[in-house]
């Protein structure tokens, strides 16, 4: 809970998250009644390609580099208030990490309208990894004070997220079961240091910029 | 005299800029206007004592207690609002108000909204509430005075709070300062910054002023206006008073200068016409006097 409400103090995102979540309901609605035609084939490479894209890249920005920019001095707007807020750097952390959450939400949604379609789990796996590895990157560039060297980060990944789905998508659904499974608790593992790195460094990036 | 907060050696460095070093106290239960020209320090200081920068050097105590400009239990006794963009641009009233719930302890909703219609903005209640990037400054200032004034605390910190609204809401503003020291019967206490003290020298009892990131002169306001004068006189009078003048201004018909009250006689016998200053008087005549120090 205090999680969810010093994510609520940093970032008032309800509009994005409705509108993320509207666009799922469509997706959805469409492969239900795409199902069964020639045209649900087309609709699935589609999917896939777009989920990667979308769900990593926009959730964590909305997440992460929001609550970032609130108590950036660099936001201009904003700042002075959070940073002159009692217990400004645990609420600042808390931000953070409620940002990660509702990325994994993004992730397990799209799992979840995935599996509407997919016979195959592996397909959803995969998703998973994906999502994780990208939010990951997400987390390691939280801080990134260079806004040009931050932009071009999100744009490879915003680019690699699509190149990685289309080069494997050949292969992902003959993965042997095993693969896959070492693969997710890699990703899971990489995931666990960038949170932590992201969160340990919360309290850090809060000092640095009072310094300024 | 108690003070509400005190600091020594204060000193913040930025690469063009250097605050400090700074030693003060501000007494408690008064209201306390810090007055400087653009860039003499005045939002450096204030934003130290926030907490919303941290000082390069030096001390801080707040309340006689703590000297640590972080604890969450200073923050919740001090009310602090930027002068500009204290709040994102995209929040409306509402976020304001659930905002101010989640990080004090002590913010009434309700006041809130009775501020917001006695200083003439939109509170969280109303139906439609426009975002704080379509409203001008002085309504975004308004909004953040109700927000600071809703909540419960031992002293106001704020900056330039005057300098956006127009003539009336500023004297609304000063009655506001004067019901919250009353309230707080001598345990309230108010600083507040501005480079045009006209419109808030009713509001102001006790003065720091600021010049080139230090601090000039100090002290409660009916004390400087005896330890200082205005000298006025025909302009051949100038060549003579001007030893005795900390500042001046002159031109073919007549001079205008600041001077000690202590030099008043050696004045008057030179033929110059001396009188108690105003606070904005007193305010002009310092900040030239550091101006020409400089």
Redesign the interface.
């Known amino acids: 809970m205090k999680i969810l409400?010093?994510y609520?103090?940093f970032s008032?995102g309800h509009r994005r998250i409705i509108i993320l979540a509207a666009w799922f309901a469509a997706v959805a609605a469409c492969g239900f009644t795409l199902k069964n035609t020639a045209a649900f084939e087309d609709f699935l490479s589609g999917f896939v390609g777009v989920q990667h894209m979308v769900i990593p890249c926009v959730l964590s920005i909305i997440a992460l580099n929001g609550t970032l920019l609130?108590n950036s001095t660099n936001?201009?707007?904003?700042?002075?208030?959070f940073?002159?807020?009692?217990?400004?750097?645990k609420?600042f952390g808390r931000a953070v990490l409620g940002g990660n959450i509702i990325s994994l939400l993004g992730t397990a949604v799209v799992a979840a309208v995935g599996s509407l379609y997919f016979e195959s789990m592996l397909m959803l796996k995969f998703s998973v990894v994906v999502s994780m590895v990208f939010l990951s990157i997400m987390n390691f560039v939280t801080y990134v004070e260079n806004y040009f060297l931050k932009l071009a980060l999100l744009m490879l990944t915003i680019g690699f997220a699509g190149g990685i789905v289309g080069f494997f998508g050949e292969q992902e659904f003959t993965a042997p079961n095993a693969v896959v499974l070492y693969t997710l608790i890699a990703c899971a593992a990489v995931y666990a240091a960038s949170l932590i790195y992201v969160l340990m460094n919360s309290g850090k990036f809060t000092?640095k910029e009072?310094?300024? | 005299m108690e003070s509400i907060i005190s600091a020594s050696g204060l000193v913040k460095s930025y690469s063009k800029f250097t605050l400090g070093q700074l030693s003060f106290s501000i007494p408690k239960g008064f209201s306390t206007a810090l007055i400087g020209a653009n860039g003499a320090g005045k939002t450096t200081l204030i934003d130290i004592l926030c907490g919303v920068i941290h000082a390069s050097e030096g001390k801080i105590n707040y309340f006689g207690e703590s000297s640590d400009p972080d604890s969450p239990a200073v923050r919740e006794r001090v009310g602090y609002c930027a002068a500009a963009g204290f709040f994102p641009t995209n929040w409306k009233p509402k976020n304001i108000a659930s905002s101010f719930e989640i990080a004090y302890k002590n913010f009434d909703r309700e006041k809130f909204a009775r501020l917001c219609g006695e200083l003439g903005v939109e509170s969280h209640l109303a139906k439609k509430q426009l975002p704080m990037y379509k409203l001008s400054d002085g309504n975004r200032m308004r909004t953040a005075l109700a927000a600071v004034f809703a909540r419960e605390t031992d002293v106001l910190i704020l900056d330039e709070p005057g300098s956006s609204l127009d003539p009336l809401m500023r004297d609304r503003l000063c009655d506001k300062f004067r019901e919250y020291l009353d309230r707080g019967d001598g345990e309230k206490s108010v600083i507040f910054s501005t480079h045009n003290i006209a419109d808030m020298e009713n509001a102001t009892d006790y003065a720091v002023f600021m010049g080139n990131g230090k601090i000039i002169e100090t002290g409660f306001v009916d004390d400087l206006k005896e330890k200082y004068i205005i000298v006025r006189g025909d302009p051949e009078k100038f060549p003579a008073a001007r030893e005795l003048l900390l500042s001046y201004s002159s031109n073919s018909t007549t001079f205008e200068g600041l001077a000690y009250a202590e030099n008043s006689e050696k004045l008057r016998l030179l033929g110059a016409v001396t009188e108690h200053p105003t606070l904005q008087t007193l305010s002009v005549g310092l900040l030239k006097y550091a101006e020409g120090k400089r």
């Open positions: 409400r010093s609520k103090l008032f609130a936001a201009g707007f904003g700042y002075k208030f940073r002159s807020l009692p217990n400004a750097e609420h000092r009072r310094k300024k």
